[in-house]
Every structure is written in C-alpha cells, then in structure tokens.
C-alpha cells in the first residue's frame, strides 16, 4: 500500500468515464466527524488513483498494511469509506452505526 497515493479499480475507473472526479471528500461511514478532501489523479493509461490527502485519510483511521477498505461513491464526489482489519473486524469511529 503507497501512503502517497491509492489506486482505484479499473473498474471504477471506467464507470466514471467522462464525468471524472477531481477533488473528492472521504468520509467515514456512519457519522464520525471529519471529512478529508483528496485528489484524484489520472495516469493516462486508465489508472485512476487517490493523490493528494490520501495520506493525511490513511493516517486518521489508523489504516495500516493487510487493512480490507471498503469506498462506497455517492456520484457527487464524496466517498464513503468503510475500515476493517486484519481479522476482517470493521472499526468503528465515535457513533458509527452505519451497517
């Protein structure tokens, strides 16, 4: 996993064709408070990837290696975002009661 940048699925990638995104917030499922503005950079190749402020995101929730992230996009830039660790337990932040 890169601090500096996340890349997105493919997938993604081609499903917001045309209508890229270039500034998006993150968001925690559930009501935590914050949100994180982060940039989305495009390689040219079809890549698409989570840029500036993804670092600062990451290092919040306490995101680390082997960490199952789950981005729910909304279509309107906003992210949210779903933390589960290594044995697959979702953490829960402040009043996270969001299934």
Known sequence: ?????LRLFQRFASIVDGQEPHHVLLRVSGGA????PAEVMFDGEGQ????NGWRRF?????????????FKYDGHSDFRVK????????YHYH????D
């Open 83 to 90: 933390v589960f660790d290594k044995i697959m337990c979702r």
């Open 58 to 70: 990451a290092r919040s929730p306490a995101i680390d290696v082997g960490h199952f992230v789950v």
């Open 95 to 98: 009043s996270d009661d969001d």
């Open 33 to 36: 408070t914050g949100l994180w």
């Open 1 to 5: 996993m890169s601090w500096e940048r």
């Open 48 to 51: 698409m990837f989570l840029h």
